[in-house]
Structure formats: C-alpha cells, structure tokens
C-alpha cells in the first residue's frame, strides 16, 4: 500500500491508546509502520528494482531487525535531547521495551497492508522468493484513506477538548478492517465467477479497481496471452476482451533472458507477462497484465530492439 495509508494505521494505533506506554511512542508507530520501505531507494535502478521491492526488508528477519533499529534510534535520540537541555518538558519518559514492542506492531501492519494488492509481496523472504498476493485493495484506496484519516482527525479533536479520544480511533480500526474484509469478499467472489464460466480459467486475478471497490477488472491466460473482462457487484461478468489488438509475441527465451538484466528482474517479479511487437522499435515489447498499457516506457515496460517477436500460437 502507499506510504499515507501506512503512516494513518500507525497514527491510529497511537491514537487508540498506545502512544501513552512511552515517550516517542507516536514516532516509533509511524515510522515504524513504514520501515519496510526503505527499500524504496532502489527504485533509482528503473525496473531493475522489481527484483529487489518487497522482499528483504519485508520479510521475517527484517520484522525482527528493524524495529529494534528505530527503538535504538529513538532512544539515543532521547539522551541526546537530554544531554543538550533540549529534550521537551512535557515529554513522557522512554522505556526502550515499549519503543521496540510498538515499531515491531507497527512494522508487522506493513507487510500485512502490503498483501492486500495485487502488485506481490515475498513474505518469507529471504528464506523463500515466492511472491504473495491477496487481490483485495488498490495500491492506493482513497476510501480507506477517508476512513483511516477521518477517525484519525475525529480522534485528534476530541483529545484536544479532554474528551473520549480513543474510541474512535478504535472505530476507524473497525471500520478500516471491515473495509478490508468486504473487499476480500468481493474479490474472492469476482474470481469465483469468472472460473465458473467459459473458458473456465484455472488462474483468475481479480484486480481492484481505482475508486470502485465493487469493480474488479478480472485477468486470466490463454496460451501465450491474456484476456480480460471487467466484473461488477452490481452485473456481474462482462464480455471478455483480448488485452492486445495484434497476435501476440511468444516470451524471449532464457538465453535472451539471461542476457537482459532488466527482463530478468522483470520476469522474475511478474505475475502475467506478456509480450507483442513493439512498432517504435521493430522488436519485442514485454509487459504484465496487470498494468499493461498504463506505464509505457515505464518501470513495468521492457522493450527488446534486437529481439523480433515471434508470433505465439493462441485461441
């Protein structure tokens, strides 16, 4: 999920009553509700960096290490504060325990909000490279958003007036996770229809759909393509829709992979490749389903020059 997401779930568990166990309580379940992406930084490799997201610093090891890095930070943070005469007088004082207990909580919400879309996430990484995906939410909610960042905000004002500050904040939880939960639903439901149906797929994604959570663009292969037809709440299934206008291209195969840094790292993290001629180049285009056409010449685009498109045989 995005980082506004994670940083709201943080804030409101502060906000539902944990931030008073220490001093920089609010600090260690933000920021540690973010942690697991400071891999972002590899991001400046392009789409080199789809081998090396979501992994390491998402998995059992990073749940462990990470946090006791920020509660380490923090509280040499606090003696520092101390040392200069700076440290704010009506600071709470800081238990290293506690810090380290609530960024380890704040830190296991990531890879579990992570789950959620259908970008993969490897959780038991590094022991194992296999990608996971719960097909629940889009990438960024705007809805979970409202509710996260409403009760957070309702929370904030009734502290302010000595009110009743933590029930709702413990209500956006609620409503934050019975969001969730219907959405799990949904999808589950979506992909249940489209394996009931001709051609009757054994691999379906149900896709979230920006601002729709009763929507899921539903994918699913046949031979070397995709299809995909889009599936409503409302009316179901609709008319199932070839993903390329063009016959498309078989996959390069491994001498071509083992050569191109870039397709490697791609093909390693895609869920539904897929490739077909590239006009511009004269060669071969390699994209994944899930976000064809939305970032051309973008992170989740490999083109091949050299490499010409060797039509695959489909139905």
Not at 139 to 166: C, N, P, Q
Not at 262 to 287: C, I, K, N, Y
Request: positive net charge.
């Amino acid at each position: 999920m995005d980082n506004l997401t994670h940083s709201l779930v943080g804030a409101l568990f502060g906000q539902a009553g944990l931030k008073k166990k220490t001093g920089l309580a609010m600090p260690a379940l933000i920021f540690g509700a973010n942690l697991p992406d400071i891999d972002g930084t590899c991001m400046v490799l392009g789409t080199r960096s789809l081998a090396l997201r979501r992994g390491l610093t998402h998995g059992p090891i990073a749940w462990v290490i990470l946090p006791l890095v920020l509660a380490g930070m923090l509280w040499a943070f606090d003696r520092w504060q101390a040392k200069r005469g700076t440290r704010p007088e009506g600071r709470a004082g800081v238990h290293f325990g506690w810090l380290y207990a609530l960024a380890l909580i704040a830190c296991l919400t990531h890879p579990a909000l992570d789950w959620l879309n259908s970008y993969g996430i490897r959780l038991l990484a590094p022991f194992s490279q296999r990608w996971f995906y719960g097909d629940t939410l889009f990438i960024a909610d705007v809805w979970l958003w409202a509710i996260l960042g409403l009760a957070t905000w309702y929370s904030l004002r009734r502290e302010k007036r000595d009110g009743s500050w933590r029930l709702p904040a413990r209500v956006g939880l609620a409503a934050a996770l019975a969001y969730i939960a219907a959405n799990l639903g949904i999808s589950r439901l979506a992909a249940e229809e489209e394996r009931r149906d001709e051609p009757y797929p054994q691999v379906v994604i149900a896709n979230p759909v920006l601002l729709a959570p009763w929507r899921r663009e539903i994918l699913f292969p046949q031979g070397e393509s995709w299809w995909t037809r889009s599936w409503s709440l409302t009316d179901g299934l609709g008319k199932p829709r070839h993903l390329w206008l063009s016959r498309p291209c078989a996959l390069p195969g491994e001498a071509v992979r083992r050569g191109n840094a870039d397709l490697a790292a791609f093909l390693f993290w895609s869920r539904a490749p897929l490739a077909d001629a590239d006009p511009r180049s004269g060669g071969t285009v390699v994209e994944d389903a899930r976000f064809a056409g939305r970032t051309p010449g973008g992170m989740f685009t490999v083109v091949l020059p050299d490499v010409p498109c060797e039509h695959a045989n489909h139905e």
